[in-house]
């Protein structure tokens, strides 16, 4: 069997590969109730971590609840070594990923449409997604995850680019020889994505990719308990933190039951009854869409003409589940008029196109790239001066399989070299990095074969300036877009490596 598991901040859908179909996945709550997700929370009970379903139910019994904790990967500083609280247990990030996602494995196996068919052991490919503009250690525990999960991952491709399958699939007619490009606009519960793809039938090229790695679901859940502690005349400091969490929960059902003809939102605030005008708190959360609007503002503008969308593009698809609140497809056929659809399957669609992608029959190819600069500050003029030199483009286009790699080569000009590489989302005119900037590594080399012995504390050597080896900087960029940097003396073969875990160094 072959799947598309899409990993979601708030649920987490799988579609599945039947013969050119690709149905979504339902699995059965505690209650034997079917759904089309599995709910990605987790809750503490004792010293057990029960997740999905059995989370919902456990909290209802007063046991703590974890929600959205995939945000967590999106933050900046984020590594294997990252923890995450629940209630009062700190727990590895990475640990907790991989339990979840066990149990999406055996509800899979036990509890679900496929049950009868899926065999974790023999299920021959499973397809799974990141966003766009995930940086490498959120690529990599993603993928990690998956991994020691017991998931045989053989591909991870950015949520919009899998949406642009479907996309495809379902919408195809839209796409003519004058309008070859549509732009997936996906917002879901935790993160926002703009990619814009060209289409040539089943052949899909990312021309590029924007987004937000704070701004989804989540936010307008929050605007919205705003909306209601303001009717109800209280402060956010006048609730106990359960209420609250039990707030915004009932303000995600409420967003989510809201149609284009609501008028009024009934929410309780500690168990008072309130109502809010949804004009109100559609006023204040217009800000939210209108910040997705300027993020992907450059993959959607003319710069020919005074049209608000590029002729070439046949339409903006919204996709995840957030896209669904009627504000948004609102206010983008405001601003960019016919040419704005919405997936028929918002929160599945990602999953869809993923199943796409892991059927060997469709036939569907995609050329996509880096989405985040990566570059590196170097020591200069003996430690002095700071320089930034400029690695990768986001325009770097990724290899089908196997590893594209870039070399540099030069004559060392200090005794010790200090690396500390980034990833970036934008660049300000002198082609310094600005906007989300991500560490990824700091490597400390010693060009000066004496500091290069075992026990050296390399770091607490001052620079000076000196002739010194020639050193060979390696960079390998795989189809996941994970970079992978080794720092080489070609003199004496002392090596220094950094592939999103701990450097690790060693003599030749």
Known sequence: MRLGIDFGTTRTTVASVDRGNYPVVSFLDSTGDSHEFFPSVVALVGDQFRYGFEALAASEQGA?????????????????????????????????????????????????????????????ATVVAVPAHAHGAQRFLTLEAFRRAGFRVTAMINEPSAAGFEYTHRQGRTLNSKR???????????????????????????????????????DFDAVLADCALAEAGLRLDDLDLPSYVRLLDDCRDAKEHLSPQSRRIPVEVAARPVTVQVDDYYTRAAPLVEASVTAMAPLVEDLESDAPLAADIAGIYLVGGASGLP??????????????????????????????????????????????????????????????????????????????????????????????????????????????????????????????????????????????????????????????????????????????????????
């Open 327 to 508: 504000l948004v497809p609102r206010l983008l056929k405001d601003k960019f008029g016919r040419r704005v659809h919405r997936s028929p399957y918002p929160a599945a669609s990602t999953a869809i196109g993923l199943a796409i992608a892991a059927d060997d029959e469709a036939g569907y190819s995609l050329a996509d790239r880096l989405s985040r600069w990566f570059g590196v500050f170097r020591e200069g003029d003996a430690g002095s001066t700071v320089s930034f030199d400029p690695i990768l483009g986001r325009d770097q286009p990724l290899p089908d399989h196997g590893d594209l790699v870039i070399t540099r080569q030069y004559r060392a000009a200090h005794n010790v070299g200090w690396y500390r590489f980034v990833e970036y989302t934008e660049v300000d005119p002198s082609g310094e990095p600005r906007g989300d900037i991500a560490p990824f590594a700091q490597i400390v080399f010693p060009f000066d074969s004496a500091l290069q012995a075992e026990g050296v504390d390399v770091e607490s050597v001052p620079v000076t300036r000196e002739q010194g080896p020639l050193v060979e900087e390696r960079y390998a960029i795989d189809e996941n877009g994970i970079v992978r940097v080794r720092i080489t003396d070609l003199t004496t073969g002392y090596t220094r490596t950094h592939a999103l875990s701990r450097p690790t160094a060693e003599a030749a």
């Open 64 to 124: 703590p609840l974890l929600r959205s904790f995939k945000r967590a990967l999106g933050a900046g500083d984020v590594n294997a070594d990252s923890t995450v609280l629940i209630g009062d247990r700190e727990v590895p990030l990475l640990d907790l990923l991989t339990g979840f996602l066990v149990a999406v494995r055996d509800a899979l196996a036990t509890r679900s449409s496929i049950s009868d068919a899926y065999d974790p052991s023999t299920a021959e």
């Open 180 to 218: 070859t490009r549509v732009i997936v606009y996906d917002l879901g519960g935790g993160t926002f994505d703009a990619s814009l793809v060209n289409v040539d039938g089943v052949d899909h090229e990312i021309i590029g990719s924007l987004g937000l790695n704070m701004l989804g679901g989540d």
